[in-house]
């Protein structure tokens, strides 16, 4: 029986990823170089993350956002 030897995209020690992958860190290992291992899920051109891990780092904590402004409107005289 054959072990299956395939890096799963949760599997990239960071000196193996390519251009267009995901460099979102998903688990620390010592045995790799650089000490993480990374998404490596394909990006678009103009980011650094797959779209999963893009909208997690872009996400806005609703207990952080703040409120607009409110403005006292004036009536004219």
């Not at 010592?30 to 996400?59: E, Q």
């Amino acid at each position: 029986m054959r072990e299956n030897t395939r890096l799963t995209s949760r599997d990239v020690p960071l000196i193996q990823l390519g251009v267009y992958q995901c460099r979102f860190p998903i688990s620390e290992d010592p045995s790799v170089p650089g000490g993480y291992r990374f998404c490596a899920g394909p990006t678009s051109t103009d980011r650094v993350y797959c779209d999963h891990h893009h909208s997690i780092v872009t996400a806005v904590d609703p207990r952080r956002a703040r409120p607009s402004p409110q403005f006292a409107q004036r009536r004219a005289a």
